[in-house]
């Protein structure tokens, strides 16, 4: 079982920077891999960003790539989503995932944390 809660989100204005995080709790996350979703107002979930157990391996939406870095510090069982050069496109819900290997595909992820808010202005 494990447990997940973000946090990092807020306002920013258009080209500014967050870095979002996502601590979790329970014995399994440092074998789990970690995702980064996105729900946008009225939108369906979106992949953003993905990372392997061992933090080796990241794969990114092509929305974000060169824009964003997923990174993960399995001694603090945190997970963290740099994001820089925001646009208001992403705006929107943050959520992140645990599961057992590192996919675009939501399905494939058994824990999912509350979210918290991203709003970028023009």
């Known amino acids: 079982q494990v447990q997940l809660v973000e946090s990092g989100g807020g306002v920013v204005q258009a080209g500014g920077s967050l870095r979002l995080s996502c601590a979790a709790s329970?014995?399994?996350?440092?074998?789990?891999?970690m995702g980064w979703f996105r729900q946008p107002p009225g939108k369906e979930r979106e992949f953003v960003a993905a990372?392997?157990?061992?933090?080796?391996?990241?794969y990114y939406a092509d929305s974000v790539k060169g824009r964003f870095t997923i990174s993960r510090e399995n001694a603090k069982n945190t997970v963290y989503l740099q994001m820089n050069s925001l646009r208001p496109e992403d705006t929107a819900v943050y959520l992140c995932?645990?599961?057992?290997?590192?996919?675009?595909?939501?399905?494939?992820?058994?824990?999912w944390g509350q979210g918290t808010q991203v709003a970028v202005s023009s």
């Open positions: 329970g014995r399994t996350f440092r074998s789990s891999a």
């Open positions: 995932a645990a599961g057992p290997g590192a996919t675009s595909a939501a399905k494939e992820y058994a824990y």
């Open positions: 990372i392997s157990w061992s933090g080796v391996s990241t």
